[in-house]
């Protein structure tokens, strides 16, 4: 059996995004980016295929050889697919957002946490990865103001003992930012108290969100059942609507987003899909 993997982006997904991964069982503490190479190594030397950083400009799912198009020239079919498109960091859905994009706004802590050595920086989200990018910020930034829209976290207990301890850390809560200020680059944020109302300004160098992420169903959404999140359905076995599609991580409709809760999928996935082959 032949195995190919297509990634439109780098192989790793939001795992690539997080600093420092401390709840993956038997590692006690690596970067999501080391932990993604171990498993592109491993699955390279399992004979498996990778096409990454690649655009996916054709997808046929219900026939029964399943076929991938790729840069508008190169085609692929297979007996059987998983999708494990992942998802994308959510905007904040405040004024001049796309303006400021690249020019202050950040989704990742690990790619862009040095350009704002010394200076100081916004975390907006109130989950694990808002906390655990804030504290790995530290290291470079000099100062980082946390805002959330709730009176508490949404996190482990441990990432918040570890967000509150770090002197270089404060908190504003039942905030949301509702404009980004600047000239050529974000200067400051007008934030908006969720319960006087009553807005304020707050300087800063840098903003970094983390309020979660869309699932990237958008060339699945005419095929593949969805819910109202456009999130994929699947059974138990991460069996879709579709005979032969199976589906693996943050893109299916779940409870508990973890590496070790995707590893879950995949895992299930693969079984069900030679499963299926061998039916």
């Not at 699955?43 to 026939?63: M, Q, R, Y």
């Not at 404009?179 to 680059?185: I, K």
């Not at 109202?228 to 059974?235: A, K, M, W």
Request: aromatic residues 8%.
């Amino acid at each position: 059996m032949k195995t190919l993997i297509i990634n439109e982006g780098s192989i790793g997904g939001q795992m690539v995004l997080t600093h420092a991964v401390a709840n993956y069982p038997g590692v006690r503490e690596a970067s999501g980016r080391e932990i993604s190479q171990v498993m592109k190594n491993q699955a390279k030397e399992f004979g498996c295929d990778i096409e990454s950083n690649v655009e996916i400009t054709k997808l046929d799912l219900t026939s029964k050889k399943k076929m991938v198009e790729i840069d508008d020239d190169e085609i692929f079919t297979a007996d059987v697919m998983i999708l494990a498109t992942g998802g994308k960091p959510r905007k904040l859905g405040a004024k001049n957002e796309d303006k400021f994009k690249g020019l202050g706004i950040s989704y990742c802590a690990t790619c862009d946490g040095d350009f704002y050595t010394g200076k100081d920086v916004i975390v907006v989200g109130g989950g694990n990865s808002a906390l655990e990018e804030a504290v790995s910020l530290t290291k470079w930034v000099k100062s980082i103001t946390v805002i959330h829209q709730f009176d508490n976290f949404q996190a482990h207990e441990y990432a918040i003992e570890q967000a509150e301890k770090n002197s270089k850390i404060s908190f504003i809560l039942e905030s949301k930012i509702t404009e980004y200020l600047g000239e050529q680059n974000v200067e400051g944020v007008i934030i908006q108290n969720q319960k006087t109302g009553e807005f304020s300004e707050l300087k800063t160098d840098g903003v970094f969100v983390y309020i979660g992420y869309i699932p990237n169903t958008d060339k699945l959404k005419d095929v593949i059942h969805l819910n109202e999140r456009e999130e994929v359905l699947s059974d138990e076995n991460m069996q879709t609507n579709i005979k032969g599609v199976f589906v693996a991580g943050d893109v299916r409709e779940k409870k508990y987003r973890q590496i070790t809760t995707a590893v879950s999928d995949g895992t299930i996935a693969a079984l069900s899909a030679i499963e299926y082959l061998q039916s």
